[in-house]
């Protein structure tokens, strides 16, 4: 089951999307809409597809040997699955934040201002006010701006993470997806990155990965689950985790399967 909203509302969609690693298909026929400043959460079983769709919608599979994609995927209601899209200006608009926290063997300023550098940003003002505006839409500047030159190898893991996310708005994205951003992490910095993505949607829009079903519930306004590549059911949080319309759905939910 699918839901409607107007185009307006819109950023991200597929329709008949389809994902084969060589000839294994792990994408079946998938059509989903994100809306814009919503957390839109994708749950299913390891294996399902939830992070090969989310690698579509900035294009992170062409780095894989042996993939092909067939059917649209439109970014602002414009197709960039075809060969002329701008693949650079893609990852600048739809940011992303792994699994495990990755920072560079940096300092933290260094870190947040690589991307602006990338894209010829070298006035030092300029890079200042865009090095703190990040952390401090991360919720990290008030625990780093004393020490922004030392390296970021010495930050805790949920800052790390942090930094992580501060890195990917310093390009100044529309969107960011976060592929099961907190499995490395405690209860306490995963609380922090929970709080976080609730502001991040006041300017940017949030897809997120989880295994982590209570997560999901918490932090999402949408959320889709998703079964051996197929898109089983889409829907406000509300009613997937309280009335779901599929029976799978029902199942995984409620942990009788997964």
């Not at 550098?117 to 865009?130: K, T, Y």
């Not at 997806?177 to 949607?201: H, Q, V, Y």
Request: proline share 4%; charged share 25%; glycine share 6%.
């Amino acid at each position: 089951m699918t839901i409607c909203l107007e185009e307006e509302d819109i950023v991200l969609e597929t329709r008949a999307l389809n994902l084969w690693y060589g000839e294994k298909q792990a994408l079946e026929d998938i059509t989903i809409s994100i809306p814009k400043n919503k957390v839109t959460a994708l749950i299913g079983p390891s294996g399902c597809g939830k992070s090969t769709l989310i690698r579509c919608f900035n294009r992170m599979n062409d780095l894989i040997d042996r993939v092909r994609v067939e059917g649209s995927i439109l970014f602002n209601r414009q197709e960039i699955n075809c060969r002329d899209a701008d693949i650079f200006g893609i990852r600048r608009k739809i940011g992303m934040v792994f699994q495990k926290p990755n920072p560079f063997p940096k300092s933290i300023y260094d870190n947040v201002a690589y991307g602006p550098r990338i894209h010829g940003v070298n006035d030092r003002r300029r890079l200042d006010r865009m090095v703190e505006e990040s952390l401090r839409h991360a919720a990290l500047w008030e625990e780093v701006k004393d020490r922004l030159h030392d390296s970021a190898m010495g930050l805790s893991g949920g800052q790390q993470q942090r930094l992580c996310i501060a890195r990917s708005l310093a390009i100044e994205p529309e969107v960011i997806l976060m592929d099961e951003p907190c499995s490395a992490l405690d209860p306490i910095a995963t609380a922090k990155i929970e709080n976080l993505m609730e502001t991040l949607i006041e300017n940017y829009t949030v897809v997120i990965v989880t295994h982590n079903m209570q997560q999901a519930a918490r932090v999402s306004q949408y959320t889709g689950f998703m079964y051996m590549g197929r898109l089983i059911e889409f829907g406000e949080t509300e009613r997937i985790f309280e009335h779901p319309s599929e029976e799978l759905t029902e199942k995984y939910i409620t942990g009788k399967f997964g």
